[in-house]
Every structure is written in C-alpha cells, then in structure tokens.
C-alpha cells in the first residue's frame, strides 16, 4: 500500500511539472509575440516618412481658426470638404486662390472651411478624420490654412498611408509648429468629437460628396459655377 501511495504521489508531482512546464512555454510564446507586436510597431511609427511637398503660399487676410476673411462680409460661404478627397485638392490648386483674391481679401466673402471627413469609412481613426484633426490641431497655433495647403499638396490616392500619424506629425514639423503642444492635441483626440460632429452636421444639410459650398444658404455642388453664384449673391 505504502508502495502504490508513493508511485502515485511521483506520477501527481510528475503531472504538475509537466503542466508548469507547458504553462511557461505558453507564456514564454505569447512574450515573445507581444514583444514582436511592438517592435513592429515602433519600426512602422519610426520609419520614413517619405517626400513631404511644400503648401502653395497664399494670402488670406483676417484668418481665424478655419475660417478668413471679414465676419461681416455680405457673402458667407461654407466648403465642407475631405482632404483626401482629389476634386477638393483640385479646388484648392486651381479656383481657391481666385476667390481669396477677388473676394475674400477684398471683403465680400467671409470663408469657413469645414471638414466632411466620409472617405475612411467608418473607420473612426482613418485618415480622412486624423488629417482633419491634426488641421483643428494645427489652428491652435493659428496655422490651419497652411496646414491645410500641405495636405492637399500631399494628398495623392485614399486611404494609402498619404496621412498615417507619422506623416501628419511630420506636416507640423515642417511647418515649424510647436510640436509639443501639436502632440498633445494630436496624440489626445482633442478634436475627434469636432471632426465627427462636422461629419453629422454636413449630412444633415444633404451633404453627400465633396467639395460642396454653402452660399448664403444656398448648396452648391462642386466648384464649377461657384464663382458665378458668388457674383449672383452680391448682384441681389
């Protein structure tokens, strides 16, 4: 009896070194793949950031925030806008100058830009939402419209890495912004709610593409016509 007591108290201590063997193997496995993970991570946030274009130099008289030109001008016009988005970037290269020129600075129109962040998806980190954020960032530092002309100089295909944090941090950077400030907005999602708020509220005024202007009221769609729909508002 006192044999068999024995053998199985061996074959019981036998078990649980085995089972304590497995347990440290398993735990010794899942380490490794989380210190995998991270280093993954830290290689993708710290590799490079590739070529970062200069924004186009613009005048914009009486800026405030995301919005330039005089409050009380008679004409208010809105732009709800993505900044991947590449007829919005066409907008900004082609016909956005003019119309600073001929009636933003000239006291005509009062200019709000408003992002319309929907070509992410859902996703509530894409880039659409994070480049329009590290933007509202930006206009901490009364830089938002230079920030703005670096991202569409830097927009080139959707959802493809144009505006992965790293970038975006690197856009601040080059325009010599004070980037602890910049990392803390950026990194605590000051402005998330901002960006998602701007989202509802342009499709609750019908907004469904972009660019899309608000004159007065009255939705344009698109940039063909604006100018002339501005010249109709002032002629009333």
Known sequence: MARKNETRTKLTEKRKRNQTRQRNIWLGIISLVAVAVVVVLIAVNSGP????????????????????????????????????CPYCRLFADEEEQAIIEN??????????????????G????????????????????????????????????????????????????????DMGAFRSCYNGNTYRQQVLDDLTRGR???????PTFFINGTKVQGYVGLTEAIEAELAK
Request: charge should be negative; charged fraction near 25%; include cysteine.
């Open 49 to 84: 950031v590739g070529e970062i274009r200069d924004g186009k130099v613009v005048q914009r008289n009486q800026v405030d925030r995301n919005s330039m030109g005089d409050p009380t001008a008679p004409i208010k016009v809105e732009e709800f806008s993505d900044f991947q």
């Open 103 to 120: 009636y933003v600075n000239t006291g005509k129109v009062y200019f709000t830009y408003t992002p319309f962040s929907f070509l992410d």
């Open 122 to 177: 859902n996703a509530i980190d894409g880039e659409s939402k994070s480049a329009a954020q590290a933007a509202y960032c930006a206009a901490d530092q009364n830089k938002f419209w230079e920030y703005h002309d670096v991202l569409f100089a830097n927009q080139n295909s959707e959802n493809a890495g144009d505006f992965a944090d790293k970038r975006l941090i690197a856009f601040a950077e080059k325009l010599g912004l």
């Open 204 to 210: 609750s005024l019908g907004v469904s593409a972009t």
